[in-house]
């Protein structure tokens, strides 16, 4: 049986001879429904990390600077806690995680033209906010998997506290120990309650 390949109008292969037409139908209605639920689950966890992301203690009793950057950074971290335990949760979680992404970077577009950053300037800001994204990403990964906790604690001190140094030593290690803690606490939700747009964090404290 000769096939036909995917084209721009969005022609899809038929199936081999002997697959009932029902689910090449099925499969063409239910494409753009798990889209949109993919979508509505990512919107759902987005807003978990920025609620928590938004906790009080991190700037008033923790050291968190109460700024654009600090919020980001904050921002940052508890994406990474969400995404990294993605990763570990099947291949369409790792879809999930894109989407995830996505709605970041849309985010950070919509804030930016909210506080006057001009058209010409907003894609270049939100790629850059992207890369520092993505820088942070790689640094908590690869300071997680060290055996040695003062790697995670040098890791915070730099990305959100900018600093090394006596002032902030105590509140890097106090946060980096509350992302050790949710981590933990992420891992014991169910794969598919967190696909499902669900994700809890403990506050912190």
């Not at 690869?142 to 600093?163: G, H, I």
Request: glycine share 8%.
């Amino acid at each position: 049986m000769r096939r036909r390949r995917a084209g721009s109008c969005g022609q899809v292969q038929e199936k081999k001879q002997g697959t009932p037409k029902r689910m090449t139908l099925f499969s063409l209605l239910e494409a753009p429904a798990r889209r949109r639920a993919r979508k509505a689950a990512a919107r759902a966890l987005y807003a978990a990390v920025v609620a928590q992301a938004r906790r009080p203690l991190f700037y008033s009793g923790w050291q968190v600077p109460d700024s654009v950057d600090g919020r980001f950074d904050m921002l940052a971290l508890h994406l990474f806690l969400l995404l990294d335990r993605l990763r570990a949760a099947g291949p369409e979680a790792r879809r999930l995680s894109q989407t995830l992404v996505d709605i970041f970077v849309q985010d950070m577009d919509v804030n930016l033209r909210e506080m006057g950053v001009g058209d010409l300037s907003v894609g270049k800001r939100v790629r850059k906010h992207a890369a520092a994204l993505y820088g942070r990403l790689d640094a908590y990964r690869t300071a997680m998997a060290d055996t040695d906790a003062e790697v995670l604690v040098r890791a915070v001190s730099r990305n959100v506290y900018r600093a090394d140094n006596g002032k902030t030593a105590g509140s890097a290690a106090r946060l980096a120990a509350y992302m050790r803690e949710q981590a933990a606490f992420l891992a014991g939700q169910k794969n598919e309650t967190l696909i499902q747009g669900e994700a809890q964090f403990n506050p912190p404290g």
